[in-house]
């Protein structure tokens, strides 16, 4: 039995485990194979009784306390100012007007957007997708309007057109309030 296969030592490294969960990764394997290490040097020499196992995790401190010092030296996450996510919102919601009524415009500022918002730190990548999806349809409903010409196919919303251009222009806004819900919510 290798000593990290002790019941005390593998208690003890899954405490530390549970306890750096905010940490990335990477760090949480660094810290854990350098507490490992510290361990196995410690009772290199000894008949890894449970005293002399207590006696070295003892020394190397609780568990608790060796994760929230790691857990302090993390490096925060990079956060947008809240203008610079406003601006990206509100970009994004004009993306839908100007789409359906001013497209070459309209194209620039969605590409401005959707690049904008994939290299934004505080969404999760299911909101930058959906962000993305609801920000194409104007688009694509501006397309389709100049693919189908009016009489050439019934779609039978002829009643429902205008409430229809309405929300196909409101939905990136609409998504522009989610996103902003969504950043303003802890990770």
Same mark, same amino acid.
Request: charged content about 15%.
């Given at each position: 039995?290798?000593?990290?296969?002790?019941?005390?030592?593998?208690?003890?490294?899954?405490?530390?485990?549970?306890?750096?969960?905010?940490?990335?990764?990477?760090?949480?394997?660094?810290?854990?194979?350098?507490?490992?290490?510290?361990?196995?040097?410690?009772?290199?020499?000894?008949?890894?009784?449970?005293?002399?196992?207590?006696?070295?995790?003892?020394?190397?401190?609780?568990?608790?306390?060796?994760? +929230? !010092? @790691?857990?302090?030296?993390?490096? $925060?996450?990079?956060? /947008? %100012?809240?203008?610079?996510?406003? #601006?990206?919102? =509100?970009?994004?919601?004009?993306?839908?007007?100007?789409?359906?009524?001013?497209?070459?415009?309209?194209?620039?500022?969605?590409?401005?957007?959707?690049?904008?918002?994939?290299?934004?730190?505080?969404?999760?990548?299911?909101?930058?997708?959906? +962000? !993305? @999806?609801?920000?194409?349809?104007? $688009?694509?409903?501006? /397309? %389709?309007?100049?693919?189908?010409? #009016?009489?050439? =196919?019934?779609?039978?919303?002829?009643?429902?057109?205008?409430?229809?251009?309405?929300?196909?222009?409101?939905?990136?806004?609409?998504?522009?309030?989610?996103?902003?819900?969504?950043?303003?919510?802890?990770?």
């Amino acid at each position: 039995m290798t000593i990290t296969e002790h019941p005390l030592v593998k208690h003890y490294l899954a405490t530390v485990t549970r306890e750096t969960a905010g940490l990335s990764p990477e760090r949480r394997n660094e810290l854990l194979a350098d507490l490992e290490e510290h361990i196995a040097v410690a009772l290199e020499e000894s008949t890894s009784g449970d005293d002399e196992v207590r006696a070295v995790l003892a020394r190397l401190g609780d568990p608790r306390t060796i994760a +929230a !010092t @790691a857990l302090g030296e993390e490096r $925060p996450a990079p956060q /947008a %100012s809240r203008m610079r996510i406003l #601006a990206m919102l =509100v970009l994004l919601a004009v993306t839908g007007p100007l789409t359906v009524f001013t497209p070459p415009l309209g194209l620039l500022a969605l590409i401005g957007a959707i690049w904008w918002l994939w290299v934004a730190p505080q969404w999760r990548s299911r909101d930058k997708a959906t +962000a !993305t @999806a609801a920000a194409l349809v104007p $688009p694509l409903f501006a /397309a %389709s309007q100049w693919v189908l010409p #009016a009489g050439a =196919v019934n779609l039978g919303v002829g009643a429902l057109f205008i409430p229809f251009t309405l929300a196909v222009v409101a939905l990136p806004a609409a998504v522009g309030v989610h996103l902003l819900r969504a950043a303003s919510r802890p990770a």
